[in-house]
T-cell receptor, first 114, second 111 residues
Framework: GAVVSQHPSWVICKSGTSVKIECRSLDFQATTMFWYRQFPKQSLMLMATSNEGSKATYEQGVEKDKFLINHASLTLSTLTVTSAHPEDSSFYIC??????????FGPGTRLTVT | QQQVKQSPQSLIVQKGGISIINCAYE??????FPWYQQFPGKGPALLIAIRPDVSEKKEGRFTISFNKSAKQFSLHIMDSQPGDSATYFC??????????FGPGTRLSVLP
């Protein structure tokens, strides 16, 4: 099956620092990956669409300078939360899209900003 | 923005019972209807999906019923087990569009 990994699974950082989260498709190539954010007991909210070799497309209200996305290869996309603040604490989930349109999700990264 | 309406918000079922979650959509252009299962602290996992050319799809204890004319689809979990306790999300979209998750249904199966 299609497997997507994320690293790290959880991270704690101090306010003002930057954190990078990696998303990898392990057994398939994905030209398109997605980044979601999920607060406790809430649904997933799409943050941005990451396309290999081009700039990411951000959803309305998502600060592109704060959430830097790089899709350097067909199997790797990274999300960097810059100058993190406590309100950025959340569960970040990536997904990778097959050519059929199916999306497979990573296990998520729990970010806590102190 | 394309969205789906999902109900109920939460559901409590006894072990061995049938869990039913319903979703409705408006856009007749939607052609892909996946259901995702999410356990606490984990990413969503594709559970089962259907396309509008069939009215029902069954995989093990999980069945999707699809009513194209009513623009509704539902997930049935037969012989519900405590291990099925999770949040379930329905999604409706057209190929090439971004996923928009519904609010989800929190299922609790009592032992």
């Amino acid at each position: 099956g299609a497997v997507v990994s994320q690293h790290p699974s959880w991270v704690i950082c101090k306010s003002g620092t930057s954190v990078k989260i990696e998303c990898r498709s392990l057994d398939f190539q994905a030209t398109t990956m997605f980044w979601y954010r999920q607060f406790p007991k809430q649904s997933l909210m799409l943050m941005a669409t990451s396309n290999e070799g081009s700039k990411a497309t951000y959803e309305q209200g998502v600060e592109k300078d704060k959430f830097l996305i790089n899709h350097a290869s067909l199997t790797l996309s990274t999300l960097t939360v810059t100058s993190a603040h406590p309100e950025d604490s959340s569960f970040y989930i990536c997904s990778a899209e097959l050519l059929t349109g199916e999306q497979y999700f990573g296990p998520g990264t729990r970010l806590t900003v102190t | 923005q394309q969205q789906v309406k999902q109900s109920p918000q939460s559901l409590i079922v006894q072990k061995g019972g049938i869990s039913i979650i319903n979703c409705a959509y408006e856009n007749t252009a939607f052609d892909y209807f996946p259901w995702y299962q999410q356990f606490p602290g984990k990413g969503p996992a594709l559970l089962i999906a259907i396309r509008p050319d069939v009215s029902e799809k069954k995989e093990g204890r999980f069945t999707i019923s699809f009513n194209k004319s009513a623009k509704q689809f539902s997930l049935h979990i037969m012989d519900s087990q405590p291990g099925d306790s999770a949040t379930y999300f329905c999604v409706a979209l057209t190929h090439g569009q971004n996923f928009v998750f519904g609010p989800g249904t929190r299922l609790s199966v009592l032992p």
